[in-house]
């Protein structure tokens, strides 16, 4: 995950909703015995500690920018580093690399998946998953506000588009060139929310993370005072309480053949 003000405690509170699209990923890498498996992006450890589970002989290498979300990775036992996704390179007996939710953040993602693909090792294997939500009303929305005088000066420099992901079938042939046996879809799932400003709550442990970053205490208040009818409007709740928010995911799993 990127560096700023990553709060574990807010991404897990919507652990079951983000921990499917992982497991999702990772049930298609067919690995039978690993030496080393590595976790890009970690967070705070909790999905990173099944991967323990599953291949109890291999090494785990766990990374992650946010200081944060590694101690709190450290904190579940995983051994965990700081450091740079766009610099990690592989240690010769990697077998597996997992990217999950991490690569939007990264502008040219496409290139670095390609190139850790040429870089592994014949027969390893590499999954990653992003979101594929760009367009939502939740993501216009919070553009919207973000163009509003009152935030603008402060929130002119994040990139909310410049991270696009790419349709499955790119990834397929970018990797596919690379040498690699590749395994591309797309899932939209809808989650079933419950709160307030349940859509808002979910966006504040990641999309506005670099939102809050940015702005005073007293700004992030009004933003989110702004933006949650906004919210409400494009994903009203159901006379129950519930509401239901479609999230697209787009997933590859590529063996280097």
Not at 103 to 123: F, M, Q, S, Y
Not at 157 to 183: K, R
Not at 208 to 215: D, E, I, M, P, Q
Not at 235 to 250: E, K
Request: negative net charge; charged residues 25%.
């Amino acid at each position: 995950m990127m560096a700023g003000m990553w709060n574990p405690d807010v991404y897990l509170a919507f652990a079951d909703h983000r921990g499917r699209p992982f497991f999702d990923l990772t049930a298609r890498i067919d690995a039978k015995q690993p030496r080393r498996v590595v976790d890009l992006g970690c967070g705070p450890g909790n999905l990173t500690a099944t991967l323990a589970q599953r291949w109890p002989q291999a090494r785990i290498e766990a990374l992650d920018s946010s200081p944060e979300m590694v101690a709190a990775a450290r904190e579940r036992g995983i051994d965990a580093a700081v450091g740079s996704v766009t610099e990690w390179e592989p240690a010769a007996d990697t077998d597996v690399v997992i990217s999950n939710a991490v690569l939007h953040w990264i502008p040219d993602h496409a290139e670095l998946v390609v190139r850790w693909a040429r870089e592994l090792a014949p027969g390893a294997w590499l999954a990653f998953q992003v979101p594929g939500n760009f367009e939502a009303p939740s993501h216009r929305a919070l553009q919207e506000v973000a163009r509003r005088d009152t935030f603008a000066e402060a929130l002119r420099d994040i990139p909310f588009q410049d991270s696009v992901t790419a349709a499955p079938e790119v990834y397929a042939e970018l990797l596919t060139d690379a040498g690699c046996a590749v395994d591309a879809w797309e899932t939209t799932y809808v989650h079933e929310l419950t709160g307030q400003t349940p859509v808002l709550d979910w966006i504040t442990g990641s999309a506005l993370t670099a939102v809050k970053s940015r702005l005073s205490e007293e700004a992030w208040q009004q933003y989110r005072a702004e933006l949650a009818p906004l919210l409400a409007q494009a994903y009203p709740a159901r006379p129950d309480g519930r509401t239901f928010y479609p999230f697209r995911r787009i997933f590859v799993v590529a063996r280097k053949a």
